[in-house]
Each structure stands twice: as C-alpha cells, then as structure tokens.
C-alpha cells in the first residue's frame, strides 16, 4: 500500500455544477477524515468516518457537501451547486482508530470554480 | 472553538542554521504532531508527541509536547535547502480529529 490516495488530483468546474472527489485510505486504517485548505491558512477539518459510520460534521461542511463512506474502505465527498467560495484543497487522511494515533494525508484534490 | 497560534509566520535563513518554530493554544490537547507540505502536496507527518514534556527527535528534527499541554515547539538543526516548505502544527484532542495552525512558511538560501 502506497499511502492515501485521492482522484482527482485537480477539478476545474463551473459554478453550480455539481463535483465529486474520491479517496483511498490506507487499507488497514477505519478512520477517514476530510479536510479543507484555503491558501495561507491549515487545514480546517470537515469530517470523519470510523468504518462506515459518519461519526461528526464539522459546521463547515453546508448542505450542498455530502460526504460517504459505503463499505468503511473508500469515501467520497460530493459538492453540490459550487460556489467561487468552495474553491479550496480538499484533503483526506486516514488513521486508525486507537490511542495515540496519528493521521497520514492524500496529496489533495485542487478545486477551482470558475 | 480551539485556535492555535503558529510562530513566526515565515522565516528566511541561510543553509546550515538552526531553525525554532512553535505553537500555541488557548486550550490543552492530548496529542501534538509537526507535518510539513510542500507546494501542491498534501501535508506529510514529521512528529507526533503523545504525552506532555515527551521530546521526540526524527534526525534533524527536534519536537517538544509543552508541560501545560497547550504548546509545542520544532526545532530542525544545520538546515538544508530541502527543508524549504510550510511547517503546520496541529492539535489533537480526540477521535484524531485534528486543529491545524497557519504554517510556518521556511526559506533556506544556499
């Protein structure tokens, strides 16, 4: 296993065009977490799943963003009517779910609404 | 909600100096971890720190979870132009979920 994956790498859309972005975590990790990056600032958390089960949602995450996690292997996070404002890195990491654990990133999918 | 403070926001330094970098919180995690990104990427684990006090060090780096558990700092010694990046800080507190500082942008000229 390479790490996390995430497809595409980059999306350009058109505003209120609807788009969805995949992850691949490592294969032996049930936690999944998205993220959102704008330029000069961190990471701001989105959600996470544990298996299949979205256990929380950040107040970031608007009624056009659903995220899924079918089969608690890969997610996907699907943004509906886009807005010049949702364009970001959306990132995905995965861990697994014990005590002192860390989270390992995807190399992101770039969004730009135009 | 939890905020962390991320110093200094850049730092331009010559190759083969020490570099200090820290963070800040208004309120206490369990966990600490450094990643760095470079342009385009997604950020990349450098230190995780579990326990308060712990000082952890991964070759030229050097990372301290603070005693009140609501700060830390990086240390990368004899810097290289590959440590050129934005160096994050971020706080867990539990379920992984993770509070991310602004980055600390690192310049090294040759």
């Known amino acids: 296993d390479t790490g996390v994956s995430q497809d595409p790498r980059h999306k350009i859309t058109k505003r209120g065009q609807n788009v969805t972005f995949r992850c691949d975590p490592i294969s032996e990790h049930n936690r999944l977490y998205w993220y959102r990056q704008t330029l000069g600032q961190g990471p701001e958390f989105l959600t996470y799943?544990?298996?299949?089960?979205?256990?929380?949602k950040s107040r970031l995450l608007s009624d056009r963003f659903s995220a899924e996690r079918p089969k608690g292997s890969f997610s996907t996070l699907e943004i509906q009517r886009t807005e010049q404002g949702d364009s970001a890195m959306y990132l995905c990491?995965?861990?697994?779910?014990?005590?002192?654990?860390?989270?390992?990133f995807g190399q992101g999918t770039r969004l730009t609404v135009v | 909600g939890q905020q962390l403070n991320q110093s200094p926001q850049s730092m331009f330094i010559q190759e083969g100096e020490d570099v200090s970098m820290n963070c800040t919180s208004s309120?206490?995690?369990?966990?600490w971890l450094w990643y760095k990104q470079d342009p385009g990427e997604g950020p990349v684990l450098l230190i995780a720190?579990?326990?308060?006090?712990e000082l952890t060090s991964n070759g030229r780096l050097t990372a301290q979870f603070g005693i009140t558990r609501k700060d830390s700092f990086l240390n990368i010694s004899a810097s290289i132009p590959s440590d050129v990046g934005i160096y994050f800080c971020?706080?867990?507190?539990?379920?992984?979920?993770?509070?991310f500082g602004d980055g600390t942008t690192l310049t090294v000229k040759p």
């Open positions: 971020a706080g867990q507190l539990g379920a992984g979920k993770s509070t």
């Open positions: 309120s206490i995690f369990n966990t």
């Open positions: 990491a995965s861990s697994l779910a014990a005590q002192n654990t860390e989270a390992f």
């Open positions: 720190l579990y326990k308060a006090g």
């Open positions: 799943f544990q298996n299949e089960a979205q256990l929380e």
